[in-house]
Structures are given as structure tokens and as C-alpha cells.
């Protein structure tokens, strides 16, 4: 069975920073462009931070951009979203996907995604 479990997520003051992981298990990930995307409450789900299997292809979000980094780790099968300087406004879920179109690609559409993880909760306060 194909899962994606995140962890890391907590409550942080704004300037602060967070580690987010994605752990996949039931197959390889090696192959697989991933991203991170989020959900506040009362909106939809947006793109995060997406990364090209070998990681050396990467983008992100205008919103995100210069405070996130995303990376993963192949061999332990993990995706990470390193946060800085967060904000009040990345107060949200966050979720990992893999997608299994090919590896050159970095997605930022959610429909390119096949697998997704349940979320972890990410709270900024003031």
C-alpha cells in the first residue's frame, strides 16, 4: 500500500521556522516529480513547492519564494519544505504529493499529483 506521511508540522510565531517531512512507503519515489501544497481554511488547496525527481529541478510559489526551500532525499525515500520567516498567512495544511508523470517534470497543477499525503497542520501566530 502507497503512502505519504508528513510530519513536522506545530505551532511557530511569525519569523519563526519549521521542517516539514514527507515519508512515502508501499513503493519507490526515486522517479517521482513531488510537491507540497496547502489548504487554508476557507479556501482552496494551492501550490506550495514542487521538485523534478533527481531535485534538481525545483519552483515555487510566488507567496513562498525566497522563505521555503524545497528538497528531498532519495535514498531515504523523504521529501522535505524547509520554512522560514513565516508569516501569519501560511497558516494552513500542508500536504506532500508524488506524481508518477515523468520524472523530468516539476507540477504545479494538483491534478498532476497521484498520491497525496493526509496533511500536517501548520499554525503562524502574530
Known amino acids: 500500500q502507497v503512502q505519504l506521511v508528513e510530519s513536522g508540522g506545530g505551532l511557530v510565531q511569525a519569523g519563526g521556522s519549521l521542517r516539514l517531512s514527507c515519508a512515502a512507503s508501499g513503493r519507490t519515489f526515486a522517479n517521482s516529480p513531488m510537491g507540497w501544497f496547502r489548504q487554508a481554511p476557507g479556501k482552496e488547496r494551492e501550490f506550495v513547492a514542487a521538485?523534478?525527481?533527481?531535485?534538481?529541478?525545483?519552483n515555487y510559489a510566488d507567496s513562498v519564494k525566497g522563505r521555503f526551500t524545497i528538497s528531498r532525499d532519495n535514498a531515504k525515500n523523504t521529501l522535505y519544505l524547509q520554512m522560514n520567516s513565516l508569516k501569519p498567512e501560511d497558516t494552513a495544511v500542508y500536504y506532500c504529493?508524488?506524481?508518477?508523470?515523468?520524472?523530468?517534470?516539476?507540477?504545479?497543477?494538483?491534478?498532476?499529483?497521484?498520491?497525496w499525503g493526509q496533511g500536517t497542520q501548520v499554525t503562524v501566530s502574530s
Open positions: 504529493a508524488a506524481s508518477t508523470l515523468t520524472r523530468f517534470g516539476v507540477y504545479v497543477d494538483a491534478d498532476k499529483y497521484d498520491y
Open positions: 521538485i523534478n525527481s533527481s531535485g534538481g529541478g525545483t
